[in-house]
Structures are given as C-alpha cells and as structure tokens.
C-alpha cells in the first residue's frame, strides 16, 4: 500500500478542543453546576459537538469533567447544610450499578438515537421542574420504602448519564422535590454528593470503551471547580420560583439551538 492511500484509509483523530474553549465552558458550567445542583453535562455535550466532538465522547468526555465539579458543589452545599446524607448514599447506591447499564448502551446506540434521546430528555427535565414549586423548608422523610425508592430512581439516573453524558441532577433535582417532599436548596445538594460515585462508575466503563477525552475532562473539571462557589451563593439568594424560571429558559436555549444547528447539518 502506498503513503497516500494508507493516509486516506487512516482512521480521523479524535477531536481535541483548544484549552482556551474547554476553560471558558468549564466556568460557565461550574456555575450553572453550582446554581441548579446539576453536573453541567446540559451545556458541556452541546458544547462538545459544536467544537467537534461526536455524541459518544461528548457524552464520556462530559461525565468525567463532572467528578470534580461534584465534589465542590457538594463541599459548598454541605457547609450551608444543604444536603441529605441518606437520601444521597441510596441515590448513589443506584446510580453506581445504572452508570454502568448507561456506559454499555452509550457504545452500542446510534448516533441519531443518542442526539434524539438528549433532546427529549431536556424537553421532560424542562416541563418536570413545573410540576411542584417547594418550599425552602421542605425535607426528605426517610422510610424504609423511601429509601429502595431512591435506589430505584438512582438506577434510572445512572443509566440516563451515562447515555447522555449528564451527571444526573436535570433528573434528580425535579424528582427529589416532586416525588420526595425535599426544598431545591436539599434536592440541588443531595443530586451533587450523589453524582460523584456516578461519575467514578460511569468514567472507568467509558474509559474501557474508549469514549472519553481524558484531557478535556480535565481542562473543564478544573475550571468548573472554580465557578461553581459562585453558582452555590447565587442559589441561595433565589427564590425556588425564580430557579425554576432560570433553568427552565436555559434548557429551551439548549433545546431550540441544537434542533436548528441538526437541521441545518442535514
């Protein structure tokens, strides 16, 4: 075979966006983490695509930057006794075996179903947050059944992030406050300790799939860590009702950019 026909079989390298764009998207999506107890993942897979990145090391790539941001969210939560240790480790319970249902099918769906999928899925996380305004004084109470219930949410988010590259809080955020009787204040602290085992689990299956850019993993986790303190203080000064107003408008922004941005592509 000669030089240029084995150049033009070569497989395409993988996308590597410059630091610069990677650590302006990890500030904006530490503080969004911060705000609204979510990983980030609604504005980082967007973002990836648009520099490049295919559905599948969008979404790996996303869940690993969330490590980090999780444990400061949940550090910043913790000292304003935001957080539902109980609530969070049966959640955690859950997501750890769901990442790895997620991590699997993230190989193994196409593209379109994948890209369609995350679209839906902000769409419902979207009208979910309507379903219930809480009360700052609202709390979890914890039972027995309370408890395999908040297994059994942990699964499906697992298995969510890891198809969609999402930590998890666009899902357990809306669920906590519906389903569960908790405040936004304790749902968006619980939804952030819970994601860090989520994220472990989830990073090592992409990893051994090889759907993770582990260098802009890092760039984004990193800068994200240093938003997300001013997302926390912003939380706490907005009412539950204006939250809501503010993530919901964010999602739509999300939602209506990457359907014309697919149409266009076609």
Avoid at 75 to 100: E, K, N
Avoid at 149 to 156: R, T
Wanted: charged residues 10%; contains cysteine.
């Amino acid at each position: 075979m000669t030089r240029s026909s084995a150049e033009r079989t070569a497989p395409a390298a993988a996308p590597r966006a410059s630091p610069g764009a990677l650590i302006v998207l990890g500030l904006i999506a530490g503080f969004l983490s911060g705000l609204f107890g979510i990983g980030g993942g609604i504005i980082v897979v967007p973002a990836l695509l648009m520099l490049g990145y295919d559905q599948r090391r969008a979404a790996g790539t996303s869940i690993a930057a969330i490590l980090p941001t999780s444990i400061v969210g949940t550090v910043g939560y913790a000292l304003t006794g935001h957080i539902d240790w109980i609530a969070g480790i049966a959640l955690a319970v859950g997501v750890i075996a769901g990442a790895q249902i997620g991590s699997y099918l993230l190989a193994r769906l196409s593209r379109p179903a994948l890209f369609w999928s995350f679209l839906v899925f902000l769409v419902f996380s979207a009208a979910s947050l309507w379903l219930n305004v809480p009360s700052r004084d609202d709390s979890i109470a914890i039972t027995v059944w309370t408890a395999l219930a908040l297994v059994g949410a942990g699964i499906i988010t697992g298995i969510l992030a890891g198809v969609l590259g999402v930590g998890g809080g666009i899902i357990v955020v809306p669920a906590l406050m519906f389903f569960f009787g908790a405040s936004d204040l304790i749902a968006k602290g619980t939804s952030l300790f819970m994601m860090i085992p989520g994220s472990i689990s989830a990073t090592f299956g992409n990893l051994r799939r090889g759907n993770v850019d582990l260098r802009g993993g890092m760039f984004l986790g990193i800068a994200a860590c240093l938003a997300s303190p001013l997302g926390i203080l912003t939380a706490t000064s907005l009412t539950p009702l204006w939250s809501n107003i503010a993530f919901s408008a964010l999602i739509a922004a999300i939602t209506v950019q990457l359907v014309v941005r697919n149409l266009r592509r076609r």
